[in-house]
């Protein structure tokens, strides 16, 4: 984590709200804050509902809650606190380990940060706790937020599709043409013709989708957050695909991935060396994959290496889809504060391709976006709210796939 920082002179200390059962975990949260000048505790709670109560009349500029508490649950009252009044959160558990579906729960609905008390507890280095929670809570107050909505959009939930022209099929035995239903292509049943019974070839139906159009996202911590609040959104049929590289541990991103795609109108699929890229999709890899995209014959496959020296993983990937792509390509930096990406901006703007950074009012952690301003040419500094119709509109401006030589 960066260096800690320092009140400047007239500047207040945080404000923050801690709501937690546990008697134990508020006062060891309280002596650390106690002994920093830039965090000021100004109330605990003991359960949800007090935590909402406490909130409204001491306005914290941060909250840190417990996910397990009785009478109202920390997620529940988190639900309630950033449809009312969107306060940046950090959420604990002793139950919940990070890079768990339920702690992507908390982030989908509006935490800015996820910490396992475990990982705490266990640390040897008491003055490494110490600065990381001090750390976590300054990143925090400075999230801009604002309203979420309850979501639970999955792709069971999604409208029936239209028939298109792809759902024709004919009958290799007899010639017929057999109109297939959404019904039937949503369960993918053994489809048969209608005029003789023989079986039909229904991989015929799951056409490869062309990929005209790529956006390569960039992230670190906060990434998971910025990501949940974007790509559920997003269509498969944007006639692309859009790759996020994110700083994080292998395992996590794996049950990211997993999560993401559940929640998700797009396809979400974890890279893995060898898979070969397809429109309509998204892929999430860990930057410790170091992955890079080479193309065999008509395919776009990943293949994974191992670190190029002045390469970060989002320059390596950025520079290898480039290359192939031309101005065909969208890079895009989340939060993070990771230093990478500088080298892959600027080769996309080299090639005429589009160069994002997402409004620092939106990421947890500013330091890559925040870089990536100061040393790379930059054509728009998005809004969250913003981003999933950006991507479309690039997307979809973009019609024939380009040539590979």
């Known amino acids: 984590m960066p260096a800690k920082s320092q009140l400047t002179p007239g500047q207040k200390p945080i404000s923050l709200l801690i709501a937690d059962d546990s008697l ?36 914290p500029d941060v909250i840190i809650m417990d ?57 040897q280095d008491l003055g490494s706790f110490q600065n990381d929670i001090i750390h976590r809570v300054i990143y925090a107050s400075k999230v801009t937020m604002r309203p979420v909505e309850p979501i639970s959009t999955s792709r069971a939930e999604l409208r029936t599709l239209p028939i298109n022209p792809s759902d024709i099929i004919f009958c290799e035995d007899c010639g017929t043409k057999n109109v297939i239903d959404a019904e039937q292509r949503r369960e993918l049943e053994e489809l048969r013709c209608q005029e003789c019974g023989d079986l039909l070839q229904v991989s015929l139906i799951n056409k490869v989708k062309k990929i005209n159009f790529i956006t390569v996202i960039g992230a670190g911590l906060g990434g ?7 790509i559920p959104s997003v269509s498969p049929d944007i006639g692309g695909a859009i790759v996020a590289i994110i700083y994080a541990e292998s395992s996590h991103v794996d049950a990211f991935a997993e999560y993401l795609d559940a929640v998700s109108n797009i396809k979400v699929l974890r890279m893995v060396d060898g898979m070969n890229l397809e ?41 290898s889809i480039t290359s192939v792509f031309k101005s065909r390509v969208a890079g895009m930096i989340m939060s993070g504060s990771e230093i990478d990406g500088v080298r892959g901006i600027n080769a996309i703007k080299e090639q005429d391709g589009v160069s994002l950074v997402l409004n620092s009012g939106a990421c947890l952690c500013k330091e890559m976006g925040v870089n990536i301003l100061r040393k790379c040419m930059v054509d728009i500094i998005v809004d969250e709210k913003d981003v999933t119709d950006v991507i479309t509109k690039m997307h979809e401006s973009n019609s024939e796939e380009p040539i590979v030589i």
């Open 279 to 319: 429109g309509g999709n998204c892929y999430i890899a860990s930057a410790r994959d170091n992955v890079y995209m080479k193309p065999y014959s008509a395919h776009y496959t990943i293949r994974r290496t191992k670190a190029i020296p002045g390469f970060g993983p989002v320059d390596l990937f950025m520079n």
């Open 24 to 59: 134990v975990f508020r006062k060891e949260l309280r002596g650390i804050f106690d002994q920093s000048n830039t965090v000021e505790v100004i109330g605990e709670a003991v359960n949800g509902i007090e935590a909402l109560d406490m909130m409204l009349k001491s306005n």
């Open 67 to 123: 996910m397990e508490m009785p009478l109202m649950d920390g997620v529940t009252s988190l639900q309630h606190l950033m449809i009312h009044k969107p306060t940046p959160t950090i959420m604990f558990s002793s139950l919940t380990s990070e890079g768990t579906a339920r702690s992507f729960d908390a982030l989908k609905h509006g935490a800015v940060d996820f910490v396992s008390k475990d990982s705490f507890f266990q640390r």
């Open 224 to 230: 998971y957050s910025n990501l949940l609040r974007i």
